[in-house]
Every structure is written in structure tokens, then in C-alpha cells.
């Protein structure tokens, strides 16, 4: 019988796992592709038992965060917060599809900085279809706005996306590097995803909308979870500022909030604990083994001495060129395995802040080229064929060809204008 080269086994199975993780062939969950791989890939020896397990290990914080965020966010559904920020949106739009347009980039971007761009993707685009309906606007111009501020905006802070975790892991700056090395990059990012945007989708604004809209009172549920949203992103400015993992804080603020929120109203917490996509936990998992593999294949290495030896010529080159890369390939391999092996090469070689940098704003801002660039983008187009309404990979292509590579280009000059 004769052997099989444990690269080309490993690389194999995570070929086809990432095909089938974007593709859902037979829709099948993406997490059942990653799972089946680590444990294939466990089970027959390639990936020793003690590493796999230390590879999951790993995500522990991320895990915890995802937790917590998934929480607040169903929370923040069932209770109708979300709902009632899109119609308050739609109401103060006063028939303007612009102003509509401006309000509903606004609250994405305040909802994917403060609760992360999968709150935005999953939780916020069903409300600004129903904001759109309730104006009689059409919704795509609107709904394309909740999956591209998803990305552009996910690297203004640490809590802003789970794939920042996954890269920095243990070594995340603290809150103040942070907002030095990103605070200019995100502000290109955001400004130029508006700009084009804005401009793509001008004919569609012009229209007219509808001026009475009824606005319900919010809830105490809402309100209460409101609270709770902004006491977690309180609690994660300060565990950022000291210099803490967030995971813990998210999670308990999570917890706190829904116990709160069931205690006083008297109601069964299963229907939120249901409504939590708990498969994005496996598919995180699965992941993080994944790369492990690709580790003892030897690739990660040798990308990290490759980026360190053209860091040691210049290092403005290895930016733009470590940024550019990542952003492609996290739109070929999704960006979370990208973003896994983007944290490995950054921590492998100690290489400088500037190149780690663009290597996290690759993996954050990227996604937005194609629909299968990122797992918020997936979750988006989900919500947004639960609604009724249909986006193809090229009708996405299409307008991301345009948004991303502008908003990129001006963060990656952002960043190297800063001085990090």
C-alpha cells in the first residue's frame, strides 16, 4: 500500500474543506466541513492528537467572545432594538433616500464597531430591509451598505471583529497602540466605502420615499438590552486599555444582560439560546486545527522568514505587499483560515508593527472584493435571501470591484502616512 506525503494529504483535505465551507455544497453548515476535516485529519494521524487539541485551545478567548457578542445580538433582536433604530432611521430620513442612505451607514458603522460586523451582517440587515419596505425605497442600495461597513469598519477597535482576535490571539496590542496603528486606516477605509458607495447607488437615492412612518415606543426589553450593549462595550474599552484578553468580559456581559433581561420579565432564555448560531463555534475550532495542519506542513514558516527578508529591504514594500496579498486570498480561502495563517506568520518572526498591521487590515477590509470573502459577508447574504431578495457572486463582484480596492489602497496609505 503506498504512503501518502502528509503535505499533499493536508493541503488536500484543507483545499476541499475551504471549497466546501464557501461553496455549502448540498447545504450542508460550513462549521460540518471544517469539523470533519480536523477530525479526519486527527483520526488518521497526520495532525497528533495533543497539537489539535492545543490548536483549539488556542481559540479559548475567541470562543468566549463570540459567545457574548451572539447574545447581545439575539437579544438585540428578539427584543426589536434593531428594528427600532432602522425605523427611527427610516422615519428621520423625511423622504430623502440620501439621508435614509447616510443614517442607515451610520448605525452600521456604530453597530459593527461597538458589537462586531456579524451583528451587523445578521441582525441589522433584516431591519433595514424592513426600515427600506416601510419607506418604499429599494432595499439593495441599503442592504449592500450593512455588508460593506461589516468590513470596512471592523478594525476601528479590538471588539470590532472576531477575526481580530484570531490574529493577534494572546499578543493583542493594547487599546491605546491600537487606536494609534488603526485609528487613520479606518477612518480612510470607512470615509472612501461611503464615497463609492454613494456615488454606485446615486440613481437609486434620487427617488422619492415615504414621509409617515409610525414609530413604536421601544420596549423595556430594548431598552434594557441597549444598556447592556453599551455597558459591554464600556467593559471592553476598559479590558483593551488594560491590555486584557476580551473574551471573559464579553461573555459575562453577555450572560448578565440576558439574565437580566429574563429575570425581569419573567421569560424562558431558551428561545435566545436557539436563536444563537452556536455552529460558528465548531467552524472556529475546526479552523484553528486547519491551520495547525498547514503549520506542520511547513508553509507558515517559511511565509514568515519570506515576508522577514523583504521586511529587511523595506519594510514600506513588505506592507503594502503583506496587505494586498492577504486581502486576495482571504476573498480565494475566506478570511478567517487567512486570518488564522496571517496571525501565525505575524507571530512567527516578530516582524515589525507596520507589516502586522497590514496584514490585519488584509484580512478585516479584503472580504469586501467578494460575497465569499468573510463570514459576516456569508451571514449578510443568508439574511438578505431570507428577505426575498437575490444577489449573485457577480452582481456582488461587481460593486466590491469597485468599493475594495479604493478603501484598501487608502488604509494601507493611511497606515504608512501614520508612522506605526
Known sequence: MPAFDPTTVIWTVAALATCGIILRPWRVPEYVWAVCAAVLLTGLGFIPLHSALAAMAKGSDV????????????????????DWLAMYAAQHARGSGQ????????????????????????????????????AKAEPLPYLFVCAFIANAASFVLPISNPANLVVFGSHMPPLMTWLWQFTLPSIAAIGLTYIVLRFTQRNHLRKPLETVITLQPLSSGARLTAFGI???AVLLLLA???????????????????????????????????GVSWGVLPLVAGLFVLVEGLAQTGVINTLAHALASLA????????????????IASNVVNNLP?????????????????????????????PNLSI??????????????REGEHVSAIDFLRLGILVMPPALIGALAALSLSGV
Open 240 to 274: 483593551s486599555a488594560l491590555d486584557l484578553q476580551l473574551g471573559l468580559p464579553t461573555f459575562c456581559a453577555g450572560l448578565a444582560t440576558a439574565s437580566l433581561i429574563h429575570l425581569r420579565q419573567r421569560l424562558n432564555p431558551l428561545p435566545v439560546l436557539k
Open 99 to 134: 439621508r435614509l442612505f447616510d443614517l442607515v451607514f451610520l448605525v452600521g458603522t456604530l453597530v459593527t464597531i461597538f458589537l462586531s460586523n456579524d451583528a451587523t451582517a445578521v441582525v441589522l440587515t433584516p431591519a433595514v430591509y424592513a426600515a427600506a419596505k416601510a
Open 230 to 232: 453599551v455597558l459591554t
Open 312 to 327: 529587511k529591504n523595506s519594510t514600506l514594500q513588505a506592507t503594502w505587499g503583506a496587505g494586498i496579498i492577504v486581502a
Open 63 to 82: 470562543y468566549l467572545f463570540l459567545i457574548g457578542m451572539m447574545v447581545l445580538a439575539e437579544l438585540a433582536r428578539q427584543e426589536g432594538l434593531f
Open 338 to 366: 487567512a486570518g488564522l495563517i496571517a496571525g501565525s506568520v505575524g507571530q512567527i518572526d516578530h516582524l515589525p508593527t507596520a507589516i502586522t498591521s497590514a496584514l490585519l487590515i488584509g484580512v478585516d477590509l479584503g
Open 372 to 385: 465569499t470573502g468573510s463570514l459576516a459577508t456569508l451571514l449578510w447574504l443568508i439574511a438578505v435571501r
